[in-house]
């Protein structure tokens, strides 16, 4: 099955700053890849999604690149606020409309 | 359109007790997931239902747990004999249909403790 993983774990970023987070996949035929942002006591929510067929998208300050050659996908955040601040998790899907998710990374923001 | 709901969002049980918990998907969405959640940890894949069909419950322990769908109703997670290591957050969540590129929306949880 798809397995993938997560990093930093936890990260830590002055506001103002950028911050990166990666995911690696292993189920070459994965095609869809949503990032969710979870805060504390709080559901996972979509904040952007990428299809294998395109290679970046960008929505604000947030974007997300995909390198289906390198199985590598990553998010974005340009210019932290502290209200950035949350779990986020990565996701692939596979063909057979299964959801993988990450071990999500604590973002912290600091003002 | 209302989101995903789920209930209880709390839910306190006892050892050796039932516990049941249940998702409306949104409104048009036929296919739902569970997940499981502990404390500062990820989502943890449990079962992937559509209407009347498991079609994954690989994430699922054999024992104790079980989940539906039926033709009418919510989707319902049931977990009998409870122990103490089945306190979570549990997540459904829902999508339209089976084609790809279908995103999944969660509902709110319920976070179940049991004492």
């Known amino acids: 099955g798809e397995n993938v993983e997560q990093h930093p774990s936890t990260l830590s970023v002055q506001e103002g700053d950028s911050a990166v987070i990666k995911c690696t996949y292993s189920d070459s035929a994965s095609n869809y890849f949503p990032w969710y942002k979870q805060e504390l006591g709080k559901r996972p929510q979509l904040i952007i999604d990428?299809?294998?067929?395109?290679g970046e998208k960008k929505d604000q300050r947030i974007a997300v690149t995909l390198n289906k050659t390198a199985k590598h996908f990553s998010l974005h955040i340009t210019e932290t606020q502290p209200e950035d601040s949350a779990v986020y998790f990565c996701?692939?899907?596979?063909?057979?409309?299964?959801?993988?998710f990450g071990t999500g990374t604590s973002l912290t923001v600091i003002p | 359109n209302a989101g995903v709901m789920q209930n209880p969002r709390h839910l306190v049980r006892r050892r050796g007790q039932e516990a049941r918990l249940r998702c409306s998907p949104m409104?048009?969405?036929?296919?739902v997931y569970w997940y499981r959640q502990l404390p500062e940890e990820g989502l943890k894949f449990m079962v992937y239902?559509?209407?009347?069909?498991?079609?994954?419950e690989s994430g699922m322990p054999k024992e104790r747990f079980s989940a539906e769908f039926p033709k009418e109703g919510p989707s319902i997670l049931r977990i009998q004999q409870v122990v103490r290591g089945d306190s979570a957050a549990y997540f459904c969540?829902?999508?339209?249909?089976?084609?790809?590129?279908?995103?999944?929306?969660f509902g709110p949880g319920t976070r179940l403790t049991v004492l």
């Open positions: 996701a692939a899907q596979n063909t057979g409309n299964q959801f993988y």
């Open positions: 239902l559509q209407k009347e069909n498991i079609i994954d």
């Open positions: 969540a829902s999508s339209p249909s089976s084609g790809a590129f279908d995103t999944q929306y």
């Open positions: 990428i299809r294998s067929n395109v």
């Open positions: 409104k048009g969405h036929s296919h």
